[in-house]
Every structure is written in C-alpha cells, then in structure tokens.
C-alpha cells in the first residue's frame, strides 16, 4: 500500500529528474530562464504533499547561496539555524557558514547545483544533489588542480515558518578530493624513516653525510623531497663559526638554505600548498635543512617552481638571485643608462646581477678571471676586466655604482673608480667607512634577507628573460666534501648543485 507522503514524493522527484535531465536544478544558479519554469513546476508539485511554496523557497534560496551569494542565507534560514556536521573552521550559525560560502564560490566559480530528487514533508525536505565545478581556487587547504569534478550531496533540512532550522549534511569529500588528485596522498615517508643529511657537529667541524630520522613537521610547516639543492659562500662561513652573531648554529646542524622539491606532506594549517607540488626556498640560515633529501621547512617560505623551470635550475636561484636583486633595486635603484661595475661576474651573485643590470638598461662592466671573461661577456657584461691580468682602477672610472661581491683590497680600491655621489653597495664585507672617507661616495651593506614575495618576483623575472643560471658543477649529495671544497675555494663558475 502506497501512502499519499510516499506517492507526492515520488512525483516530486519524477519531475525534479526530469529538470536535472534538461540541465536545469531548482537553484536555477546556471539559468534564470529555467529557473522560472522550474520554480512554477516545483510549486505545484510541492503542493501536492504538503511543502509550501514558502518553505520550498527558502529551499531554493538556500541552494543559491551557495553561487558566491551568502546574503541569501538572511532570507533562507534562521539566525541560529544548525548546521550539522559544521564544515572545518565553520562558527555556529547563519552568519558563520557566510565565510564558507564566499571561499567556495572563490575555489569553484564555475560551480553548478544539480537537484536529483527532493522528498519532502510539511516541515522537512530531504534533497539529493550534485555540485559539479572546476577547482581552480584553494579550497580547505588543497592548492587549486584545475581538475572537474562531480560531488554528490545528501541533505536534509527541517524547515519552520518559511526558514530552514536545521540542516544534516552528507558529502563525499574523500571523493572529491580523489578525483582532483589529491587523495589519496602519495607520501612514500612515513613516522620512523630516516633520511640523508650534510651535518655539522660542531663549528669548524667537517661537514659529514649521516643517516638522520625524517624530522617532524609543525602544523604550519611542510615537508620537502628535495629534487636539488644548491651551496653558497655562507654555508662555508656558517661551518666556520665568523657569522655566529647573526645565525648562532645548533648543533647537530644540517646544513643548507637553498633548495627545490616537491612537497611531500603538509602541516594541517597549511593553506595553498599540497603533495606534488614543486616549489623552491631558502630556509633560515639558523634552521638550515636543505643538503638533505627531504626538509622541514614554513609553508610561507615556499614558492612555486613555474612549469618550464627545472628542479635544478630553481635550486640555484634563491639566495644568489634574490641578492642580486635586492642590491641592485631594492637597495642600490639602478636606472637605465647608469654604469654598474659588478665584481666577481662568475660568481652566483655576479653572474645573475650582470644580467639583471643589462636588462634594466644599465651598461655593465664586470671584473672576471681566465675562462670566466668569456663566461661573463655571454653574459652580456659590455666590458670585462681580467682582474689578475689588469688593475681594473686604471680601466674604470665614473661608475654609478659598484657591487663589491669580493671586500677587502678589492672594496679599498673599488671607492676610487666611482663618481662624485657614486655607491659602493658591499654584500661580502660591510663597506670600510674609513677608506670610504677620502672619496666623495656613499656606502651601504646588503643583508639578504629570506622573503618568499621577493623570491616568487625573482623567479618570475628569471623564467620570463630566460636568464642564464650559471652552473659550475651537479654532484650527488655523497660527493658532499666535494661541493664543500670546490664553494670553500671562491674559484666555482656560479653554483654548485647537490642532488639527492
Ligand atoms: N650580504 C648578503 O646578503 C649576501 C648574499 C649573498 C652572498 N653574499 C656574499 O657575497 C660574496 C659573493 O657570493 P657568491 O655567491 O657570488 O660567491 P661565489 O659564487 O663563491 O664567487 C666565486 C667567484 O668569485 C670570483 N672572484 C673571487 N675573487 C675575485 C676577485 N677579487 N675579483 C673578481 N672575481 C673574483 C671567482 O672567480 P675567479 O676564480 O676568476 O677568481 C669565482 O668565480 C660571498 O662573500 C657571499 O658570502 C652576501
């Protein structure tokens, strides 16, 4: 025996079918001329066992919130109103699922409600549907695939005096999150795994390769797998102790600030970031971390590695790029037609700053040895003096500014070369005040600084100008003494990579 309840749904849901076949839903969110006929339909059909048009508007209405109008709620449900389970980082209440709405319309833009079927009481409407989209925003800490997706939805809702009170909700999240790529997580590492590490026992000690567990993360922290990871002159002066004040060290340390991988797990505060994405960083010198097959390592130091750039390429790039364009923009304000004289131009800093100045219309001179006047003229220095052939204070004069990248007899003698009110910009040694005295120029020091928004600008710049990334050698991550010596000797052609 068939109850009238049981035959008005099943008519309710005959023409529901019906409509979703046709593309329409009773949201009417993807069309309005729809939406009207629909409405008309589901009226009459609603009647039939008892949801009146008022509450099957607040129905509706409640479904179209959900296409980035929040203030819809207002009409739709009550101030108090329950949602049951709340959606993680959900207040209570009307006002607290707003939020949730504005972020899902943010993540989804594209989205469409399909209704499949309603039955529904006097007071009560139970709902199946399906929200079909593109996921091309951040949605509950899953960076945007760009991947379609269909998630099916079962709701519930009790309705009083034309508000809906209370609403149960069923969602296949774990489904979702499957069919864009996200689940499940392809972590290879789990509690317990050890990894590689360059590490350092003590200052002056020798850098040695161990076996060291996989670290921890925290909840805002990610954990890289480490693709490559490339040395700088500071790793060798954090082994020696000279700069102690600024990055006290503790040991045992594992060395390294610059790398690019691919993320392996994520804290669960992370937002933006997930598995597989490749990213490159330069940790805290003070945490260090990068020689090693996999770090730990903020999420906000992370940048995302652009498609047509290799893991490698994008491991040399963080401290020695960033430098360069800290000194010559953010510090020095290089113009167009001003003359820079870069020391060191085959060193990382040097090389990449040569070309940086050329691009922003600087002319560029550049100081080099043996092979490296040809490196630095293809470069695109316009002139190069071979320091241990010439004394570039007999070729040079008049110059803007100076990049000392060397210190020492090279920084005394560099105050000479440059005009009246010229810059002496140091990033090796601060600049000596006293011998500055005798010439009319101003000084200043660089402190490289890590800054993830300076870093994803700088990454941009290198992908879009093609500019070359020096690279003096690629060795396994076991030719560690190796890497060590060659960056200790100040003779590298640009970086030196170390894979994993
Ligand atoms: N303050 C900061 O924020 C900051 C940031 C990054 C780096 N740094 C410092 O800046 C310095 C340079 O860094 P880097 O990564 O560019 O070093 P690097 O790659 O190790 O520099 C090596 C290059 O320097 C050249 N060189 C050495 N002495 C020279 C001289 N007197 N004249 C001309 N070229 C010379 C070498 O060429 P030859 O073999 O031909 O001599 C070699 O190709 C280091 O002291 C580093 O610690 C500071």
Redesign the pocket.
């Known amino acids: 025996m068939i109850s009238p309840l049981q035959r008005g749904a099943r008519a309710v849901a005959r023409t529901l079918r019906r409509e979703a076949e046709d593309g329409a839903g009773i949201d009417g969110v993807h069309n309005s001329r729809k939406r009207t006929t629909h409405m008309t339909d589901t009226a009459n059909e609603s009647q039939v066992f008892g949801l009146s048009s008022e509450d099957r508007r607040a129905v509706e209405t409640f479904y179209r919130a959900f296409n980035g109008r929040p203030e819809l709620l207002d009409q739709a449900v009550t101030p108090d109103w329950q949602d049951i389970p709340l959606g993680p980082g959900q207040r209570p209440g009307r006002d607290g699922m707003k939020p949730l709405i504005e972020a899902f319309a943010a993540a989804f833009p594209d989205a469409e409600i399909k209704i499949h079927e309603i039955i529904a009481g006097p007071d009560r409407a139970a709902v199946r549907l399906e929200i079909t989209g593109t996921h091309t925003g951040e949605w509950f800490g899953v960076a945007p695939t760009g991947r379609s997706f269909v998630l099916p939805l079962h709701e519930f809702h009790r309705i009083e005096n034309g508000k809906l009170t209370h609403t149960w909700h069923l969602e296949d999240w774990f489904g979702w999150l499957n069919q864009v790529g996200a689940w499940p997580p392809q972590t290879t590492t789990k509690r317990g795994d050890t990894m590689k590490a360059a590490r350092l026992s003590g200052y002056n000690a020798a850098p040695t390769l161990e076996e060291i567990p996989v670290p921890e993360i925290g909840s805002d922290d990610v954990l890289v797998r480490v693709g490559a990871a490339s040395m700088?002159?500071?790793d060798n002066?954090l082994q020696m102790g000279v700069l102690h004040d600024a990055f006290p060290l503790e040991f045992p340390y594992t060395m390294g600030t610059d790398l690019a991988g691919t993320v392996e797990r994520v804290g669960p505060d992370v937002v933006g970031w997930s598995q597989g994405d490749r990213v490159l960083a330069r940790t805290d010198p003070t945490s260090g971390g990068a020689l090693a097959e996999l770090a730990v390592l903020p999420a906000s130091y992370l940048v995302r590695v652009p498609e047509s750039m290799s893991i490698e390429r994008a491991a040399a790039i963080p401290?020695?790029a960033a430098?360069a364009y800290q000194a010559l923009f953010e510090m020095a304000d290089l113009k167009p037609g001003q003359t820079v004289l870069v020391?060191?131009g085959?060193?990382?800093?040097?090389s990449i700053a040569i070309q940086f100045a050329k691009a922003a219309g600087a002319r560029v001179i550049a100081?080099?040895?043996?092979d490296?006047v040809e490196i630095t003229r293809r470069l695109g220095a316009d002139e190069v003096i071979d320091?241990r052939q010439e004394d570039f204070t007999e070729k040079v004069s008049g110059v803007d500014l100076v990049l000392d990248?060397?210190g020492g007899e090279?920084q005394r003698r560099s105050f000479g070369v440059l005009r009246p009110g010229g810059l002496l910009l140091g990033?090796?040694v601060p600049p000596d005040e006293e011998a500055a005295g005798a010439y009319d120029v101003k000084t200043a020091f660089?402190?490289?600084i890590s800054d993830a928004a300076r870093l994803e600008k700088v990454v941009e710049r290198v992908d879009a100008a093609g500019t070359e990334v020096l690279i003096d050698r690629t060795v396994p991550l076991d030719s560690l003494d190796e890497a060590f010596a060659r960056?200790g000797s100040?003779?590298?052609?640009?970086k030196i990579l170390l894979t994993p």
């Open positions: 700088n002159p500071m002066k401290t020695t430098t020391h060191a085959t060193g990382g800093v040097g100081t080099a040895s043996g490296g320091y990248t060397v090279t990033i090796a660089n402190v490289h960056q100040g003779r590298a052609r640009g």
